[in-house]
Structure formats: C-alpha cells, structure tokens
C-alpha cells in the first residue's frame, strides 16, 4: 500500500503505533489515543541495523504477529491537513526504507467504554524481510538489545522506553514478551556494570 493510495479521498487519518512511535512519534498530529488492535501480539522479532543496531549487530525491535486470539495496546495517532502527507512521507522513511516494514489498515479500538473502532494505519515487518529475526528466548533477546546500538540510539532504550509506556499508559495489561525481555536484559546490564 503506497502512502498515495491511503491518502487518497481522506481527510485525516489514524496511524497506530506498537512500537517506538509509542514514545518518540517525531511527526505532528491533531490528537492521540491509548487503545488496541485485535489479531495481532507485539513481538521482538524483527531486526534493526540502523536506528537501533548495524550490519555487525542488529539491533531488535518490535513486530506484529498474527495471532486470532491475541490484542496488541499501542497509541493512535489522527493526522489531518497537511499532517496527512508530511507524516507518511516520514513513517514511510522512517519504518519503510530504513525497516522494511509494510503497511494495512486495521480496526484501532481507543480505550474506554462505549468507544467505537476506528480504521488505522500499520506498520508490521513480515517474516520475509531480511531483516526479520524470528523468535528466540527472552534471554537470547534480553541480551542483543542490551549490546546494540544504532544511529537512534542503544537498542535498550528502546526496549525500556516500551515497557514504561505499558506501565503508565496500560497498568492493566500484562505484556509478557516485553516484561519477559526488560528482566532478561536489564540482569546482562547488572552482570556487564558489574564486571567492569
């Protein structure tokens, strides 16, 4: 889906984000909601060797994967006006050309009660992107993002800056992938300050 053919007939739309955009959305919007997306679970999958990692060592960030059962919390943000175009023209660098990431539209259901969905845009990196790095232990992934560092920053920034969102934003969602890494990796961080 090529960012003319979502703009196209609309005046405003909702891109939600799972990810860093979560905390670091870097375009302008007219508001923001806290919510979710059905179908999908958050995973550290796939893999980054510019904002959070290099070539050598890639860095892991975020991915949605399908899953019937499965709800992902994140933030949608409505862009209008002019916001519409400068802002995928920037998510389409920023998660496109430096990512891989792909894009659909899905139903975002904002938090609270009797809130109806509305048609979101995503951004998912699928399992035939080169740089998608599948599944591996909490341990094994706690401990890449705890060394890597891209052109953004450390890799461990952005996985602490994820789950203090999750925190403050959704206390009454368990993210056990998220919480599952944050530990792994924060105990590599305590075993290299230790070591030094």
Known sequence: MKPQDIIAGKSSLWIFGYGSLVWKPDFKYKRSEVGYIE???RRFWH?????RGN?????????????????????????????????????N????VRGGYITKMVDFFPHGEDRSPVQALVYIATTDNPLFLGPASPEE????????????GHNLEYLLRL??????????????HLFAIETAALTVVSYLLAAQ
């Open 39 to 41: 179908g999908y679970k």
């Open 47 to 51: 893999g980054d060797n510019f904002h």
């Open 55 to 91: 070539d050598e060592s890639p860095g892991r960030v975020v991915t949605l994967i399908e899953d019937d059962d499965a709800t992902t919390w994140g933030v949608a943000f409505e862009v209008s006006g002019s916001q519409l175009e400068e802002s995928l023209k920037y998510l």
């Open 93 to 96: 660098v920023r998660e496109t």
């Open 141 to 152: 992934i706690g401990a890449q993002i705890a060394v890597c560092r891209g052109k953004t």
């Open 163 to 176: 789950a203090e969102f999750m925190r403050s934003s959704c206390p009454h969602v368990e993210d056990h």
